[in-house]
């Protein structure tokens, strides 16, 4: 059984440069492209959320290719599809992987998606320090919002996401991330 090093998955990464991969329990998984709806949506939410929080200066807006190495026994570098990280929180930017969990995440589920794997990664987030987690099912239209040791709330169309303890005043209505219809 692999037990890798983020070492080894920099190595991994320099060798094959078009690939994600993510480093879990010391196994190095490869992330395979997702379809283009889940990124169109991915893309909607990091630009809503960016739009609000550059001008504010409130923190960082990541998309899925920032990785951070989680504060676990093994040392893991995930990726979630779209992250915020409070400005005092990292002040400055890095090259590398942050070393901190976001504050608040989102997981878009693609095709391929497992929708109990990218629940075990949202709590293993959320057992880390995240204070919310999101998993944006397309297939479904629903937000399930994640807070630790509290219940799930499903948002659908009509609804608005809202994180009062880390964005107070941001609003996200659930219908507008969707991949548009052109008729």
Known sequence: MPNLTVKDLEKLQAEHPDYRMELVEGDVIFMSP?????????????????????????????????????????????APDVSFIIAQRLPHTTEDYAELVPDLMFEVKSKTDSLTKLREKIQQFLELGTTVGVLVDPRTRTMEVYRLNADKIVLKDGDVLEVPEILAGWELPVVEVWAPEFE
Do not use: T
Request: without cysteine.
């Open 34 to 78: 997702s379809g283009l709806e889940s990124e169109e949506i991915g893309i909607e939410i990091a630009a809503q959320l960016r739009n609000w929080v550059r001008p504010r200066r409130l923190g960082r807006v990541s998309g899925s290719s920032g990785g951070f190495r989680l504060p676990n026994e093994d040392g893991d570098v995930r």
